[in-house]
């Protein structure tokens, strides 16, 4: 059988929806196994991350409760890949497992034998409540006044009912990404993330991972006014909350759209295809077996073990056009596809001076340029604008360097920021009034846990890349760039304490011919 996953909206995100009643009484079922048990609910969090200590504090440990083997907890646990190429695969087995498991409690309580996992699409902007958290998680109880399992208290959003997403944190430009794979050193990660090892913190998001699956589980999860994280906001207890299937299962439905695209292709490299040589994927099954997969055997979803498709795999046309022109080069850069398959290295143009402490509401540094390149920048944009009024058949100039802004080492001592990254904003404009200078967002999802010297980067935290050409051809083209430093702004959501501890190492500009 192939399953379909259908959207969590399509019956209108309340328990009448009989796919959402059956998987509250599916996860409520395996709320009920101990957390020894290969096939609980705790269990599957802890696959993805766990940290005894938030656990408890969140009443999902008791200290001297019977836990797994410590050979299953070294196979299974602490095992989501982030910040690396494997990100969107090794999530794609991760919800298939669950779903099974799902599933397999639902037909045992008489429920429908077809269920799949649904999805949340918050990107629909043909249906004005797709941002809005479905009312079957909102929901403290089920029709007949029990409790609800989809309902978790430590969920806090923005700190407003219902919990409602900002319209720019769930866009889709990283559809536009032509290529999987990152390059490398201060160039664009790529859609699916740089080439790595197995990664379970660290490095840098690729475009997908960042935007919108980081800030989405910030968005949800949110923190209290201490600074606690709400459980989507941790690596290390999103997986106890039951909307986290439903953001994965969309976050896998973008892999597949973005495969529908010409022009786009997963990595054939084997190091990809055959995952990790340090240490193997692995997934509970209904069986009682233990899958172990692959990359490579997650490419095709209608295929065994997998055996699913959504019904919707293609964006509308108008999110496809808009996610498109975002992620697109300046006027006349038709070489971009082509220099991001060629590797061109990125080149350093500059950086600021000294780390950024980040305490209050916001930040401001300068980025020194080099005067040469800067100017070489500049010079680019002005040849493609003087080329776009040239007669029908006059010969293109070298398309404009690309221009990448570098968020280095970004340390915290606790998720749930959301901070937003601004290039040449204006002493005393409003930040929401200038989104054309808004370079991007960053969501602090898996940063406290980077941040930590036992790690295996050694606490370097994470980094960010994000591509400001846009930004800075506007700014050529109405005079106000300047080629020998940029102004960059940190403005978080909320204050932040100095409790956060929110640092960045650095932050450098980049050009990458194209």
């Known amino acids: 059988m192939v399953y379909v996953r259908k959207s969590v909206w399509a019956n209108g995100g309340g328990f009448?929806?009989?796919?959402l009643f059956w998987y509250a009484k599916g996860v409520g079922a395996l709320k009920q196994k101990p957390l020894s048990d290969k096939t609980s609910w705790r269990f599957m969090a802890a696959?993805?991350?766990?940290?005894?200590?938030?656990?408890?504090?969140?009443?999902?440990?008791?200290p001297g409760e019977s836990l797994p083997s410590q050979a299953e907890q070294d196979l299974f646990w602490n095992q989501c890949q982030h910040q690396t190429w494997y990100f969107i695969p090794w999530h794609r087995g991760y919800v298939w497992s669950i779903e099974g498991l799902v599933r397999e409690e639902i037909i045992k309580q008489g429920g429908p034998a077809d269920w799949a996992m649904p999805y949340w699409n918050y990107s629909d902007t043909q249906n004005p409540q797709a941002r809005m958290l479905p009312p079957a998680f909102a929901a403290q109880t089920l029709p007949d006044n029990s409790e609800n399992p989809l309902y978790v208290t430590?969920?806090?959003?923005l700190g407003t009912v219902p919990i409602v997403l900002p319209a720019k944190d769930v866009t889709l430009e990283a559809l536009g990404q032509p290529r999987f794979t990152g390059i490398g050193a201060g160039a664009l990660s790529g859609f699916g993330g740089l080439k790595t090892g197995f990664s379970h913190s660290g490095r840098v998001s690729g475009r997908l991972e960042n935007h919108p699956h980081n800030i989405v589980h910030v968005d949800v999860g949110g923190q209290l006014p201490n600074g606690d994280p709400g459980l989507m906001s941790d690596p290390d207890t999103a997986g106890l909350d039951p909307i986290f299937?439903?953001?994965?299962?969309?976050?896998?439905?973008?892999?597949?759209v973005w495969n529908g695209i010409a022009g786009h292709q997963n990595p054939t490299d084997p190091a990809w295809l055959n995952g990790p040589m340090d240490r193997k994927f692995v997934m509970p099954t209904v069986e009682g077996e233990d899958y172990f997969y692959t990359p490579g055997d997650m490419q095709d979803t209608t295929a065994a073990p997998l055996n699913y498709i959504y019904d919707q795999q293609q964006e509308t046309a108008h999110t496809m056009v808009m996610a498109a022109a975002k992620a697109a080069p300046p006027v006349g850069a038709q070489a971009k596809g082509k220099a991001m398959q060629d590797g061109k290295k990125a080149e350093?143009?500059?950086?600021?001076?000294?780390?950024?402490?980040?305490v209050g509401v916001g930040a401001k540094t300068s980025v020194k340029l080099d005067g040469a390149l800067g100017r070489k920048v500049a010079q680019g944009f002005q040849k493609m604008r003087s080329f776009a009024g040239t007669p029908a058949g006059t010969e293109a100039p070298k398309a404009a360097d690309q221009v990448l802004l570098n968020v280095e080492n970004i340390r915290a001592a606790k998720d749930a920021a959301v901070v937003d990254v601004?290039?040449?904003?204006?002493?005393?404009?409003?930040?929401?009034?200038?989104?054309?200078?808004?370079?991007?967002?960053?969501?602090?999802?898996?940063?406290?846990?980077?941040?930590?010297?036992?790690?295996?980067?050694?606490?370097?935290?994470i980094s960010e890349v994000f591509d400001i050409t846009r930004i800075v051809e506007?700014?050529?083209?109405?005079?106000?760039?300047?080629?020998?430093?940029?102004?960059?702004?940190?403005?978080?959501?909320?204050?932040?304490?100095?409790?956060?501890?929110?640092?960045?190492?650095?932050?450098?500009?980049?050009?990458?011919?194209?």
Do not use: C
Request: no cysteine; charged share 20%; hydrophobic share 40%.
């Open 16 to 19: 009448s929806d009989p796919i």
């Open 47 to 62: 696959v993805h991350g766990i940290d005894k200590a938030l656990w408890q504090q969140y009443g999902y440990y008791t």
């Open 154 to 157: 430590q969920r806090y959003g």
């Open 245 to 256: 299937w439903l953001h994965h299962a969309n976050i896998d439905r973008l892999w597949m």
């Open 348 to 358: 350093l143009v500059g950086a600021n001076a000294a780390r950024i402490s980040l």
């Open 422 to 461: 601004y290039v040449n904003l204006p002493d005393g404009a409003k930040p929401e009034d200038r989104l054309d200078l808004l370079a991007g967002t960053i969501g602090f999802f898996g940063v406290r846990k980077a941040s930590l010297p036992d790690q295996p980067h050694g606490g370097m935290g």
């Open 474 to 514: 506007s700014l050529e083209a109405t005079g106000t760039l300047s080629t020998d430093n940029l102004s960059i702004d940190l403005i978080p959501r909320q204050a932040v304490s100095e409790e956060a501890g929110i640092t960045v190492e650095r932050i450098s500009v980049y050009r990458q011919e194209q």
